[in-house]
């Protein structure tokens, strides 16, 4: 069978979405995927992915129109939007002339199952086993990430992220100067800290102490320097989903964000905020915060170190 999978954004959570994808696939069909730029790098090296389509979503009305008339993709025997916009399933039906099965068609629903990896497979109507992201490194990725972070071990920090092409959430972020209590923590016990993120993070986590190399990376070579580290820890984006797809050990900061949703159990060790709102979404754009903006800055920089400690000596 010929299947259209549809995630266009963004690349944690294409990341959730490749276990189903490797379901799809496993299963026999012939699957395309049809992505945006912010997570086109994920679905070019899933094994077995057929063809990758690259539309400009999210974008305006009029480019998508536009990029629609001069893309016009037919032939699917199932058409699969990871999501749970009626705009784009809407959308969707127009440019295949096919049916869709959705989680914004009104009967699939979406997010009815957790974490997200399992309601992708849900939507998708297939099962796995594992729910851990796949993201396969290459030997080129691994010996460039090994100029940078040399023979000795280390821990990578990730203080910044929560950025995609849909949203900013700044309010996913953990203030830097308690970050900075963690990387000085770590390091007056020996441990060498990488800090990474994109180019937007580079200045903005400059005030954590460390080898930064945000914005020196792709998204590959990220991977790689995170598999070789030690332990992670950042907030809830895109780089703590990729440290899940390398199985180091995993801590992640919660604030307005529900672990549940986004993590299989075992997968991380989180630690949340202690606000009585938090968490106040789940797997969906940010509602806008209601409460006094203290859910991150209500986490305790201490009971960061000592998790962090207790993990490093299991």
């Given amino acids: 069978m010929r299947i259209l999978v549809v995630k266009t954004h963004a690349f944690g959570d294409s990341l959730l979405a490749t276990a189903a994808v490797s379901a799809l696939i496993d299963s026999g069909n012939s699957v395309s995927v049809l992505s945006g730029p912010s997570s086109v790098d994920v679905w070019n090296r899933l094994p077995g992915i057929e063809l990758v389509i690259q539309s400009p979503v999210p974008c305006s009305f009029l480019k998508l129109f536009w990029w629609s008339l001069r893309n016009k993709l037919t032939g699917f025997d199932k058409v699969i939007h990871l999501g749970s916009s009626k705009k784009v399933y809407y959308w969707l039906r127009l440019l295949t002339g096919s049916d869709v099965i959705s989680g914004g068609d009104g009967k699939t629903g979406f997010g009815l199952a957790r974490p997200a990896a399992l309601d992708y497979c849900r939507i998708a109507g297939v099962s796995n086993a594992n729910l851990r992201p796949v993201f396969p490194l290459t030997h080129i990725e691994i010996s460039t990430a090994e100029k940078f972070t040399g023979s000795s071990s280390y821990i990578v920090l990730a203080p910044g992220g ?3 092409a849909r949203d900013f959430v700044p309010l996913k972020r953990w203030p830097m100067s308690s970050w900075q209590k963690v990387s000085l923590a770590l390091q007056a016990r020996g441990y060498k800290v990488i800090l990474i993120g994109g180019p937007s993070d580079r200045n903005e986590i400059s005030s954590v102490t460390g080898l930064n190399l945000a914005g020196k990376l792709s998204w590959g070579e990220t991977a790689a320097v995170i598999s070789k580290a030690t332990m992670f820890a950042g907030n809830d984006s895109g780089p703590a989903h990729l440290a899940v797809a390398t199985a180091v050990p995993v801590l992640v900061l919660f604030g307005p964000t ?22 106040c979404y789940s797997n969906s754009i940010f509602p806008g915060c209601k409460g006094d903006e203290d859910c991150m800055t209500s986490i305790n920089t201490e009971m960061v170190i000592d998790t962090l400690e207790g993990m490093l000596h299991k």
């Fill in 162 to 164: 929560a950025r995609n």
């Fill in 258 to 279: 529900d672990p549940e949703a986004l993590y299989e159990k075992g997968s991380i060790v989180p630690v949340c905020g202690t606000v009585s709102c938090s968490p």
